[in-house]
């Protein structure tokens, strides 16, 4: 008859420091170690009744084994019944420890910093998926302690070696949080224009800290600060993205105003010349009651105008490759050597040219070139082609500015659009002239100043921008 097995010694905690334990959790884990320590008393007492029985059938035997085969088996089932219970509490215990040990790690990672805070590049879908794969990274270089080195035997001679290594290890993880919480700030604060300034920040705080942890023989590891660069950069670069976004935004907004206004024009003027048409019709049919000949076929030229008229304008409205395309300068603005090629659909183009000029530019803009073409969009794209290499906003490619004079706009504009009826190459800016000739002569104003800019008593800062308008 086989003797109870003792007890499997129970595991240790693997080394997570009660530190890190919430109350809820080391109660926990203490009443299960009770739970286990009552069923070991438990099949101790069970096994030793067993042993003495067992004893005694061997010395006793005959009919008294028969009288005790039901207690027998009685403390048979419940010393399995025991061991079973040890079983399933000690794999509960288990699984508690490995719960434990997570939450050690888990308090490890928060305590260095916060990584799931927000972050400006997590809205972007083309660099959320990077930032996600970097703060893993970041993360597991805190798990496994590569983001700071500490020496084992650190300089600490008053303490015990378990205290040694209790110091050493929550002073890397103070080192981590500084470092972190300097990292994130010049983050936060980082722009195109200071980033290297930004990272360079970084790298002088991972000096400053390393030093401070001379007596453990510490530093905060290069790798370490390289992922902190990689995010300052990560974010840099998601900030472009989204001031590049905006700005697309608000072209395509201008763009649409200025489309919508444009067909606003032709409608206006549509329904103008059907008024005129049926105007002029009652006026012929007046003439038909009379008889007048002469007048009836004035008339009749008159209707056949107006009727040209409209389907010109239905023309310009179905085909929205149509439009005036036009060069223009800004002398006192930009200089000699700019101009912006563009085009509009507009009824009036010299509306859109003086838009243009009413709000961020001191003076107005000078039109060298303005002609109406069935495929405006087509020959703005090849000019635009033909001084690619001029172009002033190589990022926004809707900023029409080129560094050319209006001569050698001309030039290419005779042989993607044929002959000019009109080509003005000498910019007039005379209110760039005169300011200059007032600017000589010591006078802060004209004699005869521009009405037009007292017209409302109100400035224009909230007029749309020329630069950046769109057509």
Do not use: C
């Amino acid at each position: 008859m086989t003797i109870a097995s003792q007890p499997e010694p129970r595991p240790e905690l693997g080394g997570i420091d009660s530190f890190f334990l919430t109350g809820k959790a080391k109660a926990l884990l203490g009443w299960q170690e009770n739970q286990i320590n009552l069923l070991e008393k438990r099949i101790d007492a069970g096994s030793r009744a067993y042993a003495a029985m067992d004893s005694w059938v061997k010395a006793h035997g005959g009919p008294e084994i028969v009288e005790n085969e039901e207690a027998l088996a009685k403390s048979r089932q419940d010393l399995a019944n025991a061991r079973r219970a040890v079983t399933n509490a000690r794999k509960e215990v288990d699984v508690a420890r490995d719960e434990l040990v997570q939450f050690h790690v888990d308090i490890k990672i928060d305590s260095a910093g916060d990584f799931d805070r927000a972050h400006p590049a997590q809205d972007t879908i083309a660099l959320s998926g990077e930032l996600r794969d970097l703060r893993t990274e970041i993360k597991a270089a805190v798990k496994e302690g590569d983001a700071v080195t500490i020496a084992g035997e650190a300089d600490t001679r008053n303490l015990t070696p378990a205290k040694r290594r209790r110091a050493a290890t929550r002073m890397a993880t103070l080192a981590v949080r500084a470092f972190n919480a300097e990292a994130d700030a010049a983050i936060a604060s980082a722009t195109a224009n200071n980033e290297d300034a930004s990272a360079q920040k970084i790298a002088r705080s991972a000096d400053a800290i390393g030093k401070l942890l001379d007596a453990f023989d510490g530093e905060i590891s290069t790798s370490y600060v390289e992922l902190k660069v990689r995010e300052l950069r990560l974010a840099v670069r998601h900030a472009k993205a989204k001031a590049f976004e905006r700005e697309l935004e608000k072209e395509r907004r201008a763009e649409l105003r200025e489309q919508a206004k444009a067909e606003r024009e032709l409608e206006a003027e549509r329904d103008r010349l059907r008024k005129e048409l049926s105007h002029y019709e009652n006026i012929r049919r007046a003439m038909q009651d009379k008889g007048d000949d002469e007048g009836i076929a004035r008339m009749e030229a008159k209707l056949a105008e107006i009727q040209h008229g409209i389907e010109d304008v239905d023309q310009r409205a179905a085909n929205i490759r149509a439009g005036y395309v036009y060069v223009i300068s800004n002398l006192g603005a930009f200089g000699e050597r700019m101009v912006k090629i563009g085009l509009t659909r507009r009824l009036d183009p010299m509306d859109r040219v003086r838009e243009l000029g009413d709000a961020s530019v001191p003076f107005g803009f000078d039109v060298h070139a303005l002609f109406f073409a069935d495929d405006a969009v087509g020959v703005e794209a090849e000019l635009h082609r033909r001084f690619a290499a001029r172009r002033v906003n190589r990022v926004n490619l809707r900023r029409e500015f080129f560094y050319a004079t209006p001569a050698e706009v001309r030039e290419e504009l005779a042989a993607v659009a044929g002959d000019l009826i009109e080509f003005r190459e000498a910019p007039e800016a005379d209110q760039f002239r005169e300011s200059q000739l007032l600017a000589d002569q010591g006078r802060t104003e004209s004699d005869h100043p521009d009405s037009s800019a007292f017209s409302d008593g109100f400035g224009d800062d909230d007029l749309e921008p020329a630069v950046g308008a769109a057509r």
